[in-house]
């Protein structure tokens, strides 16, 4: 198993930005994708950005531009920083890891942006 914790959630204004990291830790050496989903009330989870283990990284097309993900493999850590924030973006992010039995999931930390 691999144990995941989010921090950098909280409140912003539109056009704000906010940073989140991500600590792994448990059996990290079977980790292969990490990836930030995030779920808003009354939607499906969905894929936000992904960074492979060499570094390759794909964005949704709604945060492309404005959102960055990053992997510090030295600090077992996956970021994603998200800039000109929109109330569109409000939803609990979750950090993900991709191992061969399948993924496993943070907590989940809450973004809420408003208006």
């Known amino acids: 198993q691999v144990q995941l914790v989010e921090s950098g959630g909280g409140l912003v204004q539109a056009g704000g930005s906010l940073r989140l990291s991500c600590a792994a830790s448990?059996?990290?050496?079977?980790?292969?994708?990490m990836a930030w989903y995030r779920q808003a009330p009354g939607t499906q989870r969905e894929l936000v950005a992904i960074?492979?283990?060499?570094?390759?990284?794909d964005y949704a097309d709604s945060v492309k531009g404005r959102f960055t993900i990053s992997r510090d493999n030295a600090k077992n850590a996956v970021y994603l920083q998200m800039n000109s924030l929109k109330p569109e973006d409000t939803a609990v992010y979750y950090c993900?890891?991709?191992?061969?039995?399948?993924?496993?999931w943070g907590q989940g930390t809450q973004v809420t942006v408003s208006s």
């Open positions: 993900a890891a991709d191992r061969p039995s399948g993924w496993n």
């Open positions: 960074i492979s283990s060499t570094g390759s990284t």
């Open positions: 448990g059996r990290i050496f079977s980790i292969n994708a």
